[in-house]
């Protein structure tokens, strides 16, 4: 089992794994139910795929194909959702997603629940968290984290100041409590570049995996997949280096190569096989689902 060096270069990083089938996929997120995995991605109405091992993949349809209109006071007006965090518990879906504008702190984070997945059988259970312009953060990129304990969170963030960090209600999918956690964060110097929050439990640590930089632009794009730990879920996350996350920390664990432009927008999860990491990213013709298999080297990820 080959494992990326802990000081990779660009050149060193693996080509994403083979897929096929409808995989021009942004913004993955996937969970496997009995042995289906379940993929969920940006679209109208939010993208339904599945898959029956990991590398054939189908399109399903849209989890919302009669439109969302519960969320037009966040996108002007059109079905266009974000990011969606799909997860299952208790015998049911949870489908965490944004509704935003690109480069508005106007958003919302929603949640939709069903018991099969299916398009069109998710019911809104509406807003867990939004902002607006007076707000120091954005609400899109959700993730739900439950922790060792069973206790429920929900990490989200994108840019202004960064990663951010709120307790779930498990009998509602809602917020509990009025506690915001401040998590990560880039400095200004860099544009405040940082998003797309996703955190595993592993070894008794919690590692929060993100995306530094610019997605969204085709092979310019210049994403990459960061990450760093902590013993508890709300941190202090550190890097391998032992920089704070709230200080720019971060150790980066793939970035653009050869022909695989701004891998980003992580989203990571225990197979019986291995560790698996799920990303997307660019080539000429859009962005693309990556998978690739994470090792473990003294307690920090690697991909390979």
Same mark, same amino acid.
């Given at each position: 089992m080959a494992t990326a060096p802990v000081a990779a270069s660009a050149a060193d990083y693996p080509n994403p794994g083979v897929v096929t089938g409808d995989v021009a996929v942004h913004d993955p997120s996937v969970v496997k139910v009995n042995g289906t995995y379940y993929v969920f991605s940006t679209g109208t109405g939010l993208e339904i795929r599945t898959s029956s091992d990991r590398t054939a993949f189908r399109r399903l349809g849209s989890a919302f194909p009669n439109g969302a209109s519960w969320a037009h006071?966040?996108?002007?007006?059109?079905d266009n959702l974000w990011a969606p965090d799909i997860s299952f518990h208790n015998g049911q879906f949870y489908l965490y997603y944004a509704a935003s504008t690109f480069g508005s702190q106007n958003s919302a984070i929603f949640l939709a629940t069903s018991t099969t997945a299916q398009p069109g059988s998710w019911t809104n259970q509406g807003i867990v968290v939004q902002t607006n312009s007076s707000s120091d953060h954005n +609400?899109?990129?959700p993730n739900l984290v439950v922790d060792a304990s069973g206790n429920w969170w929900l990490v989200y963030g994108s840019f202004w100041t960064g990663i951010k960090m709120i307790r779930i209600d498990p009998a509602t999918g809602k917020q509990s409590g009025g506690t915001r956690y401040n998590i990560a964060q880039r400095p200004s110097s860099a544009g405040g570049a940082i998003e797309a929050p996703y955190i595993v439990y592993r070894g008794g640590y919690y590692y929060l995996f993100v995306a530094f930089d610019y997605c969204c632009r085709g092979t310019s794009s210049n994403y990459r997949t960061m990450v760093g730990r902590?013993?508890?879920v709300t941190g202090p996350y550190v890097d391998r280096a032992g920089v704070a996350m709230t200080s720019g920390g971060g150790t980066e664990i793939l970035a653009t190569h050869g022909s695989i432009y701004g891998p980003g927008h992580p989203a990571a999860?225990?197979?019986?096989?291995?560790?698996?990491? +799920?990303?997307h990213y660019y080539t000429s013709s859009g962005s693309r689902l990556g998978i690739n298999l994470i090792g473990w080297s003294d307690g920090w990820p690697t991909v390979y």
């Open positions: 006071s966040f996108t002007g007006g059109s +609400a899109i990129d902590s013993t508890s999860f225990a197979d019986t096989d291995a560790w698996v990491l +799920a990303y």
